[in-house]
């Protein structure tokens, strides 16, 4: 089946120590996004790549870095986790054709949660 | 600007209960409209969705009506089910760009 897969789905980190979150996608979607969740809030979209073109929402840390080095994957790294960076971290894909009115469904995966001691 | 109203939970219901959850919103243009179910420990599942005034969008029993008139998607189960328990989440797209606008998420639990 197609999906978005996240490893690891558990992360324990050191306060200050670098760590990276991957995510890999088989549903060729040209759009990746990734997403802070916190206590089953709402997620927080932190930047999404449209193809090879990088996006950062305005209130993303610079803490917070992603690379996509193919269509099919991800990564979020996390230069030095602070205690307020533990939550779940959510990657989604979607496929977007160009025009005004391209908005399609994205699809998530199970997420990443990451502990910070 | 563009925004997602739901209602707060928790919502607790008894088995076979009817389910409403209720979701408004305000955008320009015409935004296409979702439900997502978090369950617990797990990442967002898209529940349903519809993309225009008055569509129906369906799924394992939920259903939501895009109303422009009242500029709702108000969710609804005509029995609910313990596996139902878990956080849903209503959000619409945003113009002219890839991000969803999110409603708090209306934690629904089942009980026996």
């Known amino acids: 089946d197609a999906m978005v897969i996240q490893n690891p789905r558990y992360q324990v980190t050191q306060f200050g120590k670098p760590v990276t979150l991957s995510c890999s996608q088989t549903?060729?979607?040209?759009?990746m996004y990734w997403y802070q969740q916190k206590s089953s809030q709402a997620p927080k979209l932190l930047f999404h790549y449209y193809d090879k073109d990088f996006n950062n929402e305005a209130d993303t840390p610079d803490n917070f870095q992603s690379r996509r080095p193919n269509t099919s994957f991800c990564f979020l790294d996390i230069r030095s986790p602070g205690l307020g960076d533990a939550a779940m971290y959510l990657c989604a894909t979607s496929k977007e054709e160009s025009g005004p009115r391209s908005r399609e469904t994205q699809y998530f995966g199970p997420g990443t949660r990451l502990l910070v001691l | 600007g563009n925004s997602v109203t739901q209602m707060e939970g928790p919502v607790t219901l008894s088995e076979e209960a009817f389910l409403t959850i209720n979701c408004t919103y305000t955008?320009?243009?015409?935004?296409?409209l979702f439900w997502y179910v978090q369950y617990p420990g797990e990442g967002l599942q898209l529940l349903l969705k519809?993309?225009?005034a008055d569509d129906k969008g369906s799924n394992k029993g939920f259903e939501a009506t895009y109303r422009k008139e009242t500029t709702s998607f108000h969710l609804e189960k005509g029995s609910v089910q313990v596996s139902d328990s878990a956080v849903y989440f209503c959000?619409?797209?945003?113009?002219?760009?890839?991000?969803?606008?999110w409603g708090a998420g209306t934690k629904l639990i089942i009980k026996p």
């Open positions: 955008a320009t243009g015409y935004p296409s």
């Open positions: 519809a993309t225009k």
């Open positions: 959000a619409l797209n945003k113009d002219s760009n890839y991000q969803l606008i």
């Open positions: 549903l060729n979607h040209n759009v």
